[in-house]
C-alpha cells in the first residue's frame, strides 16, 4: 500500500516538475507573451466592432500590454530555441534578429503613440487597432509560420 502511495507521489511531482520546467521555455514565454497581445487586440477590437461600450482604461490597458510585451519580447529568442514545443516562430528571427527586434520596436513606437494619444471614443480607438495592427501584422508576416 505504500508503494503505491509512494509510487503516486512521485509521479505525480515528476508531472509538477515537468510542466514547470516546460513553462520556463522560451517558447513558452514567448506564445503566453503573444496570448496576452492577442487578449489586448481583442479587448480594443471588442471595442471597434461594438460588441464592447468603448472604455478608455481597457484600451489603456490592452496599449500598455502591447509596449511592455514589445519591449520584452525580442529577448525570447535564445540560441537552441527555434524549435520545439509548437513554436510558430520562423528560423528567419534567427537569420535576421535586427530586422526582428526592429518590428518588435515599431509595435512599441505605435502603441506608445497611441498612448500619447489616448482614444477618446470608438471611431478614434478603430484608428488606433489599425495603426497597431499594421505593425503586428508586419512582424507576422515576416517571422510567423503559419500553421
Not at 6 to 18: E, N, P, Q, R, Y
Not at 40 to 58: L, N, W, Y
Not at 114 to 119: E, F, H, K, R
Amino acid at each position: 500500500m505504500k508503494l503505491k502511495l509512494v509510487m503516486a507521489a512521485a509521479i505525480a511531482t515528476g508531472l509538477g516538475l515537468s510542466a514547470a520546467v516546460a513553462a520556463d521555455e522560451p517558447q513558452v514565454v514567448r506564445q503566453e507573451m503573444m496570448k496576452k497581445v492577442g487578449g489586448a487586440m481583442g479587448a480594443i477590437g471588442a471595442i471597434v466592432k461594438g460588441e464592447k461600450p468603448f472604455d478608455a482604461e481597457v484600451v489603456k490597458a490592452s496599449l500598455t500590454t502591447m509596449v511592455d510585451v514589445s519591449k520584452a519580447f525580442p529577448d525570447q529568442f535564445p540560441a537552441g530555441s527555434e524549435l520545439g514545443m509548437d513554436t510558430e516562430a520562423s528560423l528567419k528571427i534567427w537569420e535576421d534578429m535586427d530586422g526582428f527586434k526592429a518590428k518588435a520596436a515599431a509595435l512599441t513606437t505605435a502603441a506608445e503613440a497611441q498612448l500619447a494619444q489616448l482614444p477618446t471614443d470608438q471611431a478614434s480607438t478603430a484608428v488606433t487597432m489599425k495603426a497597431v495592427g499594421e505593425t503586428c501584422g508586419a512582424c507576422h508576416k515576416a517571422y510567423r509560420l503559419k500553421k
